[in-house]
């Protein structure tokens, strides 16, 4: 009975809506984006720093006079807690109310990857501000009807791993990683990337959400002669590894060099002061710290406005919030162009997009026909985490 009332609510909800407008206004119902995330995730923070994203956004656009002649943009959110099944179920009760142009995903590639045959099957919008497995984009459904703003593994392996080499002098790595897709992704992005840069591989170890410790495959790695560890975690994993490693003698303790999934949650809290006896770089798309444009600026008086983030140094979880930005007004402007908020529509007119001078960056051509990922290798740089939480940037190239 739950489950049928469930499904019924949010039809009820617009027809309700409807029958109070106003003679004539039924055609400006606004239009729903739908984001479901892991917010029931108790230490994650990227679902929320993607709601940021989009809701800044959302008013911005709303504010400018909304979309198609004045319909506004409406956010509804989900919770999957990082379960795929329930991120299909919830998918699907999106794309029965056809007000939803489209629906945002959190980080989990796990969730993203078990989504596919849905999102094609019922054509409807999969919008991806941070999972990073290549298959996200990278699949067999044609037409896609998925795009990313966000880090890609095939970018990031090769990124950690020269990072590894040129700033903390290890030729030989050891592997750490999570039995997952967004695992087995950067392990094929690693593996490929390492004869390129001259690197050893000394061995890959497995582990499983919610392992109790991983300082076995952490020792066997450093036996087998690694001088770096490149770790592909979350916050839990990735805190509890930093904690086994503060508790060993210096002499033992080889540099991490960590995919961004740590960055996701409470990561800092959950390390304590483990994290600043250990060398832990992690890899990043994007900053507030030390960013001038116009476009930082005004993300972060929304920011202190209506979340009150006092300061570039407290945003959490910064990339959730810069991609969902920017893929938000990328969708609003692929609505525009298609003249309507019919899914198929507005999916081409996504890979029509001109240029975008966005939060991230400057969008020549976001996304193409054969191009659904709208960064490149040039947006990486790592950082390291300081004092108070503060995620510094290390080796960026530049602030845009």
Known sequence: MYSWFRGLFPALVLLLSMLWLPAGAAEQAPILLALDAEFGHTTSTSAQAVQQGIEIAIDEINRAGGVLGGRKLQLVTSDNRSIPAIAVDNLREHASNPNVVAVFGG?????????????????????????????????????????????????????????????RKASKVGVLLPNTAWGRSNQAAIAQAAPGLKM???????????????????????EAGAQAIILVANETEGSLLVRELAALPVNERLPIVSH??????????????????VDFSVIQTYSFIGNASPAAKRVLAALKQRYGVESAERVKSPVGIAHAYDLTHL?????????????????????????????????????????????SPANIFMARYGADDLLKPLNRRKAH
């Open 200 to 222: 050893s591989i000394v061995g890959q170890h497995w582990y499983n959400w919610g392992d109790a410790s991983l300082l076995t495959q952490y020792r066997a790695l450093r």
């Open 331 to 375: 969708l609003a402007k692929a609505i525009t162009r298609a003249g309507s908020a019919d899914r198929g529509k507005v999916r081409v007119a996504m890979e029509q997009l001109g240029p975008y001078d966005g939060l991230v960056q400057r969008y020549a051509k976001p996304f193409a026909a054969d191009r659904h990922d709208a960064l």
């Open 107 to 167: 980080k989990f590639s796990p969730t993203y990857m078990e989504l596919l045959p849905a999102v094609h099957e019922l054509g409807i919008l999969l919008l991806d501000p941070w999972g990073s497995a290549d298959g996200i984009t990278d699949h067999r459904y044609q037409p896609s009807y998925t795009f990313r703003l966000s880090l890609k593994d095939a970018w990031a392996g090769p990124a950690l791993l020269q990072f590894a080499r040129d700033e």
């Open 260 to 277: 961004w999934g740590v960055t996701g949650g409470d990561f800092v809290r959950m390390s304590g002061d483990a994290l600043q006896a």
